[in-house]
T-cell receptor, first 113, second 114 residues
Framework: GENVEQHPSTLSVQEGDSAVIKCTYS??????FPWYKQELGKGPQLIID?????GEKKDQRIAVTLNKTAKHFSLHITETQPEDSAVYFC????????????FGKGTRLHILP | KAGVTQTPRYLIKTRGQQVTLSCSPI?????VSWYQQTPGQGLQFLFE???????NKGNFPGRFSGRQFSNSRSEMNVSTLELGDSALYLC?????????????FGPGTRLLVL
């Protein structure tokens, strides 16, 4: 079945440095790739998404890149801040509303002072 | 607009009991999905309801069931609880008209089975 692999499972970076989280997906028909951030005690919240007709998307310190040929996509956070500490989930889905979204297992990001 | 709400927020049960969790989606959203979150396993999809019908189902045993009401509110039920059912149960709502919609998650119900 469809699968999304996410790496690393844990990531520690110095405040101000960049963080990169990578995901690969198995379903070549996937064309929507959202990223969610889950803070302690809360449910995941969408932070950025990308569709298959776009190779890169940026929103302030956050950017996502997509390589459809290789079936992988990445989240880049620059100039990391303490409030970036959280668990991040990547996901993949198709356009069809009857297809479920598949999540990666998450990356716990620690921003070190 | 009010967000997704889940009740109760915390629950302690013993093995063999059953439990019902409730989720109220964002107004206007017709799709409600349920996930089980455990350390190391990420978000495991349970099922999705749309217009009172189950539209998708994950790989969980029949002890896990759900339903959706005409106002889009949803409940999930777990019967004959096992220790391994201890987890954070999240629900997420969306409009339900395509696979490229943002899912809005509630804060979750943390279930502890003793």
């Amino acid at each position: 079945g469809e699968n999304v692999e996410q790496h690393p499972s844990t990531l520690s970076v110095q405040e101000g440095d960049s963080a990169v989280i990578k995901c690969t997906y198995s379903d070549s028909a996937s064309n929507y790739f959202p990223w969610y951030k889950q803070e302690l005690g809360k449910g995941p919240q969408l932070i950025i998404d990308i569709r298959s007709n776009v190779g890169e998307k940026k929103d302030q310190r956050i950017a996502v890149t997509l390589n459809k040929t290789a079936k992988h996509f990445s989240l880049h956070i620059t100039e990391t801040q303490p409030e970036d500490s959280a668990v991040y989930f990547c996901a993949a889905s198709r356009t069809n509303r009857d297809d479920k979204i598949i999540f990666g297992k998450g990356t716990r990001l620690h921003i070190l002072p | 607009k009010a967000g997704v709400t889940q009740t109760p927020r915390y629950l302690i049960k013993t093995r063999g009991q059953q439990v019902t969790l409730s989720c109220s989606p964002i107004s206007g959203h017709r799709s409600v999905s349920w996930y089980q979150q455990t350390p190391g396993q990420g978000l495991q999809f349970l099922f999705e309801y749309f217009s009172e019908t189950q539209r998708n189902k994950g790989n969980f045993p029949g002890r896990f069931s759900g339903r959706q009401f005409s106002n889009s509110r949803s409940e999930m039920n777990v019967s004959t609880l096992e220790l391994g059912d201890s987890a954070l149960y999240l629900c997420a709502s969306s409009l339900g008209s395509s696979g490229q919609e943002t899912q809005y998650f509630g804060p979750g119900t943390r279930l502890l089975v003793l």
